[in-house]
């Protein structure tokens, strides 16, 4: 879709225009269910997210600054409507074991090489609250004190979560390479458990691929 398109629709939207609105609905469906089944359990509960982030986007777009990227401006609240519904329905069972986040490094993922794609099909097997930390600090790039405001809890706590959601997909990966036959390494062509621990999260944008 181009500039000027997406400008039509958008002025359409701010004057509440069935047709623009299902127009920019079907453009971004895509982009917007990709962002909210980061964050859900399911299909459905994404769909219902996704669904409350476009009403938020219709009932808002006269705020939209139309010098900066639609796409960041609707992932924003894409994002923030997929923390508030775990926040209300109180899905967000952090772990208060916060001695253990001391210390704790930025710098462990499980593999540099993994592909994005499979990556993401662990991290969507992942508890909820190890699973948000997660996609906040790895993938939306937030530092665990802009974790802990957004969630409501210290930033040791988004440590230790972070931490854990680690450790677990290490798990996920030994189990998959252990397996010989799991979807995770259909074609690669190396060890996938090689690199675990070799890897800097600041140097890693996963941001590109959303």
């Not at 009932?59 to 209300?88: C, H, Q």
């Not at 069972?93 to 253990?100: F, G, P, S, W």
Request: aromatic share 10%; glycine share 8%.
């Amino acid at each position: 879709m181009g500039d000027e398109e997406l400008h039509q629709l958008i002025g359409g939207c701010i004057r509440q225009e069935r047709g623009s609105q299902k127009m920019l609905y079907k453009a971004f469906y895509g982009f917007s269910m990709g962002i909210c089944l980061r964050y859900a359990n399911n299909r459905d509960e994404a769909a219902e997210v996704m669904n409350q982030g476009f009403y938020k986007v219709f009932t808002r777009i006269e705020t939209y600054d139309t010098t900066r990227p639609f796409k960041a401006w609707l992932g924003k609240i894409m994002m923030n409507v997929s923390i508030d519904y775990y926040r209300a329905n109180l899905k967000m069972a952090y772990t208060e074991d916060l001695d253990k986040a001391e210390g704790i490094s930025d710098g462990e993922l499980p593999d540099r090489k993994l592909n994005y794609d499979d990556l993401l099909a662990m991290v969507k097997k992942l508890p909820n609250a190890y699973r948000t930390v997660f996609n906040l600090f790895a993938i939306d790039g937030y530092s665990h004190e802009e974790i802990g405001e957004m969630l409501g809890i210290s930033s040791g706590t988004s440590k230790s979560n972070l931490h854990k959601a680690r450790q677990k997909l290490k798990q996920m990966i030994l189990e998959a390479d252990q397996s010989g036959n799991s979807n995770y390494n259909k074609g690669m062509d190396y060890s996938p458990i090689v690199a675990i621990n070799m890897v800097d999260i600041n140097k890693m944008d996963f941001r590109k691929n959303i």
